[in-house]
């Protein structure tokens, strides 16, 4: 159980376009989303909190204007990045909260999308 | 400011050697801290965590808060053990976790 799925998962665009990706959790229900970006041989950087039903929370330093997040389901939040240029060219990846046990003194758990190549032309 | 360090990008180890990756972390609170595992054209996927304090795979990882590790050890290495390794430190922010990573160590398992 717990899996995490993205839409597409490679994606070649040209610069200028808008480009949207999905992340759906498939079969639990997830409050909280994660977007992450992760350049070559680098580790993954957290751009921002998607939370079901309300703004996402942004990182420093990333432009909620040009990474708009929409969660608009418990199954489904979406990262549009928008007017692409070549410098957005990266790895993208979703997560989605999950609590695995009854346990209020347990976390949870983060289950990670397979990613998405972005190329921007 | 919350922070986690793995300070080896590389390890390479033979097969059947003991291997250690090390985690620091820098929090003012309580920390959660978890290892996640990367194989090879797959995604990231979790391998262990410190409050569950149970062997994956024969890894296992203890919380040191007086040095603030978490390393991760495997008495003896296997080839499928290759694959990227991540430390993270969870944070929980109005009522939501966070996971702040390390820079992440490439282990590579010699035959």
């Known amino acids: 159980g717990a899996v995490v799925s993205q839409h597409p998962s490679r994606v070649i665009c040209k610069s200028g376009t808008s480009v949207k990706i999905e992340c759906r959790s498939l079969?639990?229900?997830?409050?909280?989303m994660f977007w992450y970006r992760q350049f070559p041989k680098q580790s993954l950087m957290l751009m921002a909190t998607?939370?079901?039903?309300?703004?996402?929370?942004?990182e420093q330093g990333v432009e909620k204007d040009k990474f708009l997040i929409n969660h608009a389901s418990l199954t489904l939040s979406t990262l549009t990045v928008t007017s692409a240029h070549p410098e957005d060219s990266s790895f993208y990846i979703c997560?989605?909260?999950?609590?695995?046990?009854?346990?209020?003194?347990?976390?949870?758990?983060?289950?990670f999308g397979p990613g998405t190549r972005l190329t921007v032309l | 400011a919350q922070r986690v360090t793995q300070p080896e990008k590389l390890l390479s180890v033979f097969k059947g050697a003991p291997v250690e990756l090390k985690c620091n972390y820098s929090?003012?609170?309580?920390?959660?801290l978890f290892w996640y595992v990367q194989y090879s054209r797959q995604r990231l996927q979790l391998l262990l965590r410190h409050i569950s304090r149970e062997s994956i795979k024969g890894f296992t990882a203890d919380l040191n808060k007086g040095e603030t590790s978490f390393h991760l050890k495997k008495p003896f290495a296997q080839e499928e053990d290759s694959a990227m390794y991540y430390c993270?430190?969870?944070?929980?922010?109005?009522?939501?976790?966070?996971?702040?990573f390390g820079q992440g160590t490439r282990l590579t398992i010699n035959p």
């Open positions: 079969d639990f229900q997830a409050t909280t």
């Open positions: 998607s939370n079901e039903g309300s703004k996402a929370t942004y």
């Open positions: 997560s989605a909260h999950h609590w695995t046990s009854g346990d209020l003194r347990d976390p949870g758990e983060q289950f």
């Open positions: 993270a430190l969870s944070l929980v922010i109005q009522g939501a976790q966070k996971l702040v």
């Open positions: 929090y003012s609170g309580s920390p959660e």
